[in-house]
């Protein structure tokens, strides 16, 4: 097992180091749904003891990115498509809320940090660099958030969101989507600028329904990261 690393996680302690790189790990699909993961490998890889890769994964296990079984060990878990439904059903209500306040309320420079954020998400796309555009699509929707003064709100949904994110970047890397992502933040920039509440909260609607879209396409070809394929099996 071989962990990709990251240059911008602070080393400062030693417990979140861990943790941010196995879970960044395994949302960025580096570590595979179903992969053991091995105590002793990953203290050895990160050159740690094995305290904080045993804390690590007692917070993914909230998270339900790991499952562990009793002497059998610890596993990446498969992506659970009722945890993406659930996901789905808030980020579209919470979503269509926010896009209708941003309307009337979304202060002139956050609108200018989405223009620019669309810029970015251009050129990742183009680069077909699919954790960044990953990165720069949720960046896009926490701006609507901020610009309304309801980022703790965002930060709620995140919390909520590790399979449909997993679900997302996998849709991302099999390049299903890239362009349609865009120009949907486009439409909604567009609605934003014209006060457009109808077609603005329209467009969030179809944005956030192309996750059940690509669940039933990644399902068919990557059946393999998803637990309702495994218990079937």
């Known amino acids: 097992m071989k962990l990709h690393k990251y240059r911008d996680i602070d080393l400062g302690y030693m417990k979140d180091y861990v943790y941010e790189v196995l879970r960044r790990n395994i949302m960025e699909l ?87 954020n669309l810029k970015m998400q ?41 399979h449909v994110s997993r679900l997302r970047i996998l849709s991302l890397a099999a390049n299903f989507n890239r362009r349609e992502v865009i120009n949907d933040h486009k439409n909604i920039v567009n609605a934003l600028k014209h006060n457009e509440k109808d077609n603005a909260k329209e467009v969030i609607t179809a944005h956030i329904e192309r996750i059940s879209f690509d669940s039933e396409k990644l399902l068919s070809e990557y059946s393999e990261y998803f637990e309702e394929m495994q218990v079937s099996k």
Request: charged share 30%; glycine share 4%; with cysteine.
């Open 30 to 116: 580096y570590l595979k749904p179903g992969a053991l993961l091995k105590k002793e490998l990953i203290a050895r890889e990160l050159n740690v003891s094995s305290t904080p890769v045993r804390d690590a994964f007692a917070k993914l296990l909230e998270e339900g990115l790991v499952v562990i079984y009793p002497q059998r060990g610890t596993y990446v878990s498969f992506i659970n498509l009722e945890r993406v439904e659930q996901a789905k059903f808030m980020r579209e209500h919470l979503e269509k809320a926010i896009i209708e306040e941003a309307c009337d309320n979304l202060p002139k420079e956050y609108l200018y940090k989405l223009q620019t």
């Open 122 to 162: 251009e050129i990742f796309a183009e680069e077909e660099n699919y954790i960044k555009l990953f990165e720069f699509d949720n960046k896009f929707h926490e701006i609507l958030f901020n610009g309304c003064n309801k980022g703790e709100v965002w930060s709620l949904i995140q919390q909520f969101s590790s």
